[in-house]
Structures are given as C-alpha cells and as structure tokens.
C-alpha cells in the first residue's frame, strides 16, 4: 500500500521569501502525485500534479514540484511567496491500480507574516 | 468548467434527525467520491462511485448512506448520527480512469448535537 509524509506541519515564512514543502511517498511502482491547497473551511484545489514525463511540474499560482524518484519525493516549491498563499497543503499519491484511492498526507500549514 | 457543487453549506442536526448532503457536478464525470475531514486532518474516503455504482465503502457506518441516483449526482443520506461524526464533508469527482484528477467541491460543514 501507498504512503504519504509530510515532515513539517507548520511553516511560517516572510512574503516575498522562497517556500519548499516537502512530500515523501512510499510506493513500489511509479506513483500518480498531487499537491493540494485548502483555505479555512474550504474544499482542496488542484495545485499540480505529476504522472510521468518532465519531472519538475508547473501549476497554478507560481507553484512548481519535482519528482525525484530517488529520493521518493515530489517537494512544492514557490519562489515569492504571497499573503494569500497562507493555508493547508496537502500531498497525495494515487497507486496506478486503484488511482482513484488517493492516499494523502497529514498536511503542512504555511503562515506567511509580512 | 471544474466545478463542484455541494449544498447545504453547512448543517446542524440532533442525533435523532434524518438529514442528506447532496453533490453534483456537470463536468461528464463517471468517478464520484465522498470523504471525511476532521479538524487539522487531511481528507478521509468513504464512498467511491464509478459509472454509478458503489466501488469503494472504507468501513463506513451504515448510519451513512451513499446514493448516486445519475451520473451528475451524488449524495449522502444521514441517519441517528453521533456528535463524532461532526466534521467537513468534501465531495469530489473525476474521470473514471487511472490517474485522472478529483476535483473537490466546497464541502459541507456538518455539527451533530
């Protein structure tokens, strides 16, 4: 079965400085990941995702991610970060048996101070 | 259009009501989900449909009830539900093949007195 870590629960970065969120998977074969952003009392948004190809990952808002199968890791990164972009991010795998059972991680929550 | 629509926004109930969620979507998808989020937590399945049928049931209490009446429509009947159950419950749908993309709707905030 899958896995998913995520090692920080909370990050707290300055606007305009860089972010890295980092994600671990556990999987045997070549994983379907996700990254997914929640803002209070909302559902999760699509931020990028990755199945196979071009391992660094373009999405939404002027987030990027790579895939390193190496490293069994698929870290979201953003050069500037945002006020907005204060919430809950949560990765996921999706195994290519049963994709649709994604496995998410415990989620890392970004303050961003001004 | 990626839309996800889930209504009401958020519910109370007493633990002798009976009440429904309900979940829809327009985008042709086959693939419909229902999951649980407590506070602090990521998202927990419950339910997967795929081409209307039930696929997936993760244990859940049969105090739940999951109906997907057509392809655009989900919901989720609720019944003698304990205050535990109190939590955001998220919807989501996707194409029914590997690998494809859930898009979730808002979610309902459910309180369980």
């Known amino acids: 079965a899958q896995s998913v870590t995520q090692p920080d629960i909370h990050i707290t970065v300055s606007e305009g400085a860089s972010l890295e969120l980092r994600c671990n998977y556990s999987?045997?074969?070549?994983?379907?990941l996700f990254w997914y952003v929640q803002s209070p009392g909302q559902g999760l948004q699509l931020l990028l995702k990755y199945f196979s190809g071009d391992t660094l990952v373009q999405g939404i808002k002027g987030f990027e991610a790579e895939f390193k199968r190496s490293q069994s890791s698929f870290n979201l990164r953003k050069p500037s970060v945002h006020w907005s972009d204060a919430a809950e991010y949560f990765c996921a795998v999706g195994a290519a048996g049963s994709a649709r059972q994604l496995t998410f991680g415990s989620g890392t929550q970004l303050t961003v101070l001004p | 259009d990626t839309e996800v629509t889930q209504t009401p926004k958020h519910l109370v109930m007493g633990m002798t009501n009976k009440k429904s969620l309900k979940c829809e979507q327009h985008?042709?998808?086959?693939?419909m989900y229902w999951y649980k989020q407590k506070a602090k937590k990521p998202p927990e399945l419950m339910f997967v449909y795929s081409y209307e049928k039930l696929s997936i049931n993760e244990s859940v209490p049969s105090r739940f009830s999951p109906e997907c009446p057509n392809s655009s429509l989900l919901n989720l009947h609720l019944h003698a539900l304990q205050p535990e159950d109190s939590a955001l419950y998220l919807c989501?749908?996707?194409?029914?093949?590997?690998?494809?993309?859930?898009?979730f709707g808002p979610g309902t905030r459910l309180l369980v007195l």
């Open positions: 985008m042709g998808h086959r693939a």
């Open positions: 989501a749908s996707s194409q029914a093949a590997v690998g494809e993309t859930q898009y």
């Open positions: 999987y045997g074969a070549t994983p379907y």
